[in-house]
C-alpha cells in the first residue's frame, strides 16, 4: 500500500476552477495506476478519472469528460485533478486512489490505498 494525502480542496463558484493534489509515499509511486474519485453526501463513491502508471493510458467519468484533467509527476510521486467549468453537482469530497496494478481502473476494487479526501465545494 501507499501513504496518500490530497490537498488543494475548497470553496469555489460555478463556472470556476481548483485543482487538487495527492502527494504519495511507500512505495514505488511509478509501477500503479492512479485515480480519483468523490463521494457526495448521501451517495455512493464514484469513479472520477485515472490514469496508467506512465500517464499515458486516462479514463474519465462522462460527467467530468472535457472538464476534468488527471494528471502525474512520477519524478514527484504525485498526482493532480485539475478541474475546471465546476458545476455544483460536482459537490463532493475527492479522494486519491492507488491501484493495485500498472493499468487504470474504473472500479474502486482496482485500488487499495486511499487518501483522506479534500473536500471541494461549489456554491454561488
Known amino acids: 500500500q501507499v501513504l496518500l494525502v490530497e490537498s488543494g480542496g475548497g470553496l469555489v463558484q460555478p463556472g470556476g476552477s481548483l485543482r487538487l493534489s495527492c502527494a504519495a509515499s511507500?512505495?514505488?509511486?511509478?509501477?500503479?495506476?492512479m485515480g480519483w474519485f468523490r463521494q457526495a453526501p448521501g451517495k455512493e463513491r464514484e469513479f472520477v478519472a485515472a490514469l496508467s502508471w506512465n500517464g499515458g493510458s486516462t479514463a474519465y467519468a462522462d460527467s467530468v469528460k472535457g472538464r476534468f484533467a488527471i494528471s502525474r509527476d512520477n519524478a514527484k510521486a504525485t498526482l493532480d485533478l485539475q478541474m475546471n467549468m465546476l458545476k455544483p453537482e460536482d459537490t463532493a469530497v475527492y479522494y486519491c486512489a492507488g491501484g493495485k496494478s500498472a493499468f487504470e481502473r474504473r472500479g474502486a476494487d482496482g485500488y487499495d490505498s486511499w487518501g483522506q479526501g479534500t473536500q471541494v465545494t461549489v456554491s454561488s
Open positions: 511507500g512505495r514505488p509511486f511509478n509501477n500503479y495506476a
